[in-house]
């Protein structure tokens, strides 16, 4: 059972549907699998699409936005990293909305990811705020209340947004 000082992987789930989103679009990741990627991927409300590469993920969330299908891309920072152009150009300049969830492969337990030792975790979210990327770092189970009215912006702005995943989510 998760407490406030962790995060709940089923919190984030139900969040993520309280938003609309029908689509998981994901590459294999060791951060969240355990509490959310294997419980999404045996969700029948959510459709899971396993993809290769994340900046494929861009383009598959982004056209399921034109189709008026609401999507979340979830991959590790060291994706995030590899698709900083597709997700400037398709997300950023083209103001699209996409919806991303990017677990810190490698970050330390007790500190920050701005604090983290791991130049790949610390990185995320100043790359994240010079891209003018709204984001949000879930850290605790009450934090996953940011997910839903930033989802909505995302779509009624047409603008992206990031959910930092601050710790390994829990079931």
């Known amino acids: 059972m998760a407490t406030d000082s962790s995060l709940s992987g089923a919190a984030v789930i139900s969040a993520i549907k309280a938003a ?6 994901s590459v294999p990741d060791i951060v969240t699998s355990d509490g959310l990627l294997w ?3 045996r969700d029948p409300e959510l459709q899971h699409i396993r993809v290769c590469k994340e900046d494929e ?4 969330c982004v056209a399921l936005g034109y189709c008026g299908r609401r999507s979340l891309l979830l991959i590790q920072n060291t994706g995030f990293l590899d698709s900083i ?3 400037r150009a398709i997300a950023v300049e083209y103001e699209n909305p996409l919806c991303m ?3 810190l492969q490698g ?3 007790d500190v920050l990811p701005t604090q983290s030792n791991k130049v790949s975790v610390r990185i995320v979210e100043p790359m994240l705020d010079v891209m003018g990327i709204e984001h949000h770092l879930l850290q605790t189970t009450s934090s996953a209340e940011a997910i839903v009215p930033a989802v909505d912006a995302a779509y009624q702005e047409d603008h992206p947004v990031c959910f930092v995943l601050g710790q390994s989510p829990g079931e």
């Not at 993920?57 to 598959?60: D, E, F, M, R, W």
């Open 85 to 87: 152009n597709a997700i």
């Open 107 to 109: 970050k330390e337990a």
């Open 57 to 60: 993920g861009v383009s598959i």
């Open 39 to 41: 419980p999404i991927a």
């Open 101 to 103: 969830m990017v677990g």
């Open 20 to 25: 609309g989103i029908e689509y998981i679009v």
